[in-house]
């Protein structure tokens, strides 16, 4: 009788567990195209970005559900090709902190790795890593809800873009399987509270640190304005803005090359190269790129909302950044070089 009741308990739990995933839309998941387009786009974001999802802060029921989403993705899309797909389960504050404490790492969150394999016999032992942060809100749930009334403030922008471009780039090689080197892609978790998935990351990494040819950051690439995309860390590799001026040159957009800080007069922009993920990866002297479109009025707020997105921006980004990664997947080992401006 008892063990019947565990089996009746066990399969209302299931039927629960399967109701909840079909009230979302992550049944869409599956309807992309392995090529890089606005649709897909719009269905990634549209999904990470929903009132549902509740911002993605760390520690909360949206993390779990935009971290179920991207896992799902990495296993499904584009198969057969084979890939690895990784959890790294970590801890951080429930808020951000000024010195950190071990003891304030209470609420749990997540980086999600998936790994494409080189098919170069020796080539294949060396690394691109493609990331970005898919948390979002500069805070918990609750303080964000209480800043903010009712309002939700979901960072379509800050970075849900990000994210869609990381599993759209992703999605292309897992079904070209062409790259020479092995291609990674991350999807970080609290990075609003420290940059600390990327942390966690190269203090447990999944692969050879010493191997990684570059790291490339996408975080905020969703509201190209006047065509001006800002892509900072241009000299951390010799000869490194040299070879990537041949892809800027391709595109129409005017690109502000820069090392630490861009050129903008704007204040908020100083060292921007330190405020995101790609500079753990730094710190490790590993050569990185960061793309980015720019603060703007709805920055860390509740406008942050799909709607004001430029989509045609992204997919004008994620192209370059795609012939960036065909590039440096199989051309020569790009040598580090620290950045002095
Ligand atoms: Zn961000």
């Not at 897909?40 to 509740?54: N, P, Q, R, V, W």
């Not at 006047?226 to 000869?239: A, D, H, I, N, R």
């Not at 595109?251 to 090359?257: E, G, L, P, W």
Request: aromatic content about 10%.
């Amino acid at each position: 009788m008892k063990l019947l009741l565990i089996m009746l308990l066990f399969v209302i739990s299931c039927t629960e567990t399967n109701q909840k995933l079909s009230s979302n839309n992550q049944i869409e998941l599956f309807n992309t195209t392995s090529e890089i387009t606005i649709k897909d786009f719009k269905s990634h974001i549209g999904f990470l970005a929903s009132d549902e999802l509740e911002g993605r802060a760390s520690g909360t029921f949206g993390d779990e559900m935009a971290k179920d989403y991207i896992k799902k993705f990495f296993e499904n899309a584009s198969l057969p090709t084979k890939r690895t797909v990784e959890i790294q389960e970590h801890y951080v504050p429930a808020e951000r902190k000024w010195n950190l404490k071990p003891e304030d790492m209470t609420v749990k969150t997540y980086n999600i790795i998936a790994t494409l394999p080189g098919n170069d016999p020796i080539l294949k032992d060396e690394y691109v890593v493609i990331g970005g942060h898919y948390d979002g809100g500069a805070a918990t749930a609750a303080q964000l809800k209480k800043l903010s009334g009712d309002k939700i403030y979901n960072n379509a922008d800050d970075n849900a873009s990000g994210t869609a471009t990381v599993l759209e780039l992703f999605e292309k090689y897992a079904s070209t399987n062409s790259n020479k080197r092995t291609l990674v892609f991350i999807l970080f978790g609290g990075e609003e509270l420290g940059l600390l998935g990327s942390k966690y990351y190269v203090e447990n990494p999944t692969i050879n640190l010493n191997k990684v040819q570059l790291m490339i950051n996408l975080d905020m690439m969703g509201r190209l304005t006047e065509e001006l995309l800002y892509v900072g860390g241009v000299t951390s590799g010799e000869g490194f803005k040299e070879q990537l001026q041949i892809h800027f040159d391709k595109t129409d957009m005017n690109i502000d090359a820069y090392s630490n800080t861009p050129h903008a007069e704007d204040r908020r922009y100083n060292r921007l190269f330190q405020r995101s993920d790609h500079y753990n990866f730094y710190k490790q002297d590993i050569p990185c790129i960061f793309f980015f479109t720019g603060i703007h009025d709805d920055y860390h707020r509740p406008s942050d909302e799909i709607d004001k997105l430029n989509f045609d921006g992204i997919q004008k980004i994620a192209n370059l950044v795609d012939s960036i990664v065909i590039d440096f997947t199989s051309n020569s080992r790009l040598k580090f070089q620290e950045i002095t401006e």
